[in-house]
């Protein structure tokens, strides 16, 4: 079966970093998206992963490592405003994505 | 810059009633989608469409219908509301299914059956 694990909650100091992990068991894999949503919205495209390793996209960065099972979304110089939830989700075998339930960020001024 | 609009935001239903989520896109995207979303879970695919004419299930289909006579629109029917169907609902559209096709969603609609 498929499976996605990440925190339901963390909370991080404006200005500071913090790293949201996801870890997935799947039979297949055709990549992994991180979302962001804020309360009361529709979730947003923040990066897709494939191959191993790091992208990075101004303060946001997403890892993966295929054969651990494992994803990280780094977020530094944190703001108010990145005060939502971090959403991960795999694409499948089929092309079906398998969301998980979300990592609420409380960001404290 | 419209992208994808669902309506309506909110909605009120009494146990029993049908309505319709309506959802429409103006990329011309091929792939189309109902998810819900209830408190603490994650997203959940109702239906998908992978063109116009073309639907199928997604994972939790039951109590639902949905048509795609056009590119453009995806609409959701409830036909006997139950309070089990109170959540979020999001419409979404990618391009197509490939592997790092971005899904773009709309901004939610809101229902309570009651």
């Known amino acids: 079966g498929q499976n996605i694990d990440q925190p339901t909650e963390m909370t991080a100091t404006e200005g500071a970093i913090v790293q949201i992990n996801c870890t997935y068991q799947t039979s297949g894999f055709n990549g992994l998206f991180w979302y962001q949503q804020h309360a009361g919205e529709a979730p947003t495209f923040l990066s897709y992963n494939v191959l191993d390793g790091l992208e990075e996209k101004g303060r946001f960065s997403s890892f993966l490592s295929r054969s651990k099972g494992y994803s990280y979304l780094l977020l530094k110089e944190l703001q108010m405003k990145d005060s939502a939830s971090y959403l991960c989700?795999?694409?499948?075998?089929?092309?079906?994505?398998?969301w998980g339930a979300g990592t609420k960020l409380i960001i404290k001024p | 810059n419209a992208g994808v609009t669902q309506t309506p935001k909110f909605r009120i239903l009494k146990i029993g009633q049908s309505m319709t989520l309506q959802c429409t896109q103006d990329m011309n995207h091929n792939y189309m989608y109902w998810y819900r979303q209830d408190p603490g879970m994650g997203l959940k695919l109702i239906y998908y469409?992978?063109?116009?004419?073309?639907?199928d299930k997604g994972e939790v289909p039951n109590g639902y219908n949905v048509s795609r006579s056009t590119t453009e629109d995806f609409p959701l029917r409830l036909e006997l509301a139950a309070p089990s169907q109170t959540s979020v609902y999001f419409c979404?559209?990618?391009?197509?299914?490939?592997?790092?096709?971005?899904?773009?969603f709309g901004e939610g609609s809101w229902l309570t059956v009651v």
């Open positions: 469409s992978v063109g116009a004419g073309i639907t």
């Open positions: 989700a795999l694409m499948d075998s089929n092309y079906q994505l398998i």
């Open positions: 979404a559209s990618s391009y197509d299914g490939s592997s790092g096709n971005t899904i773009y």
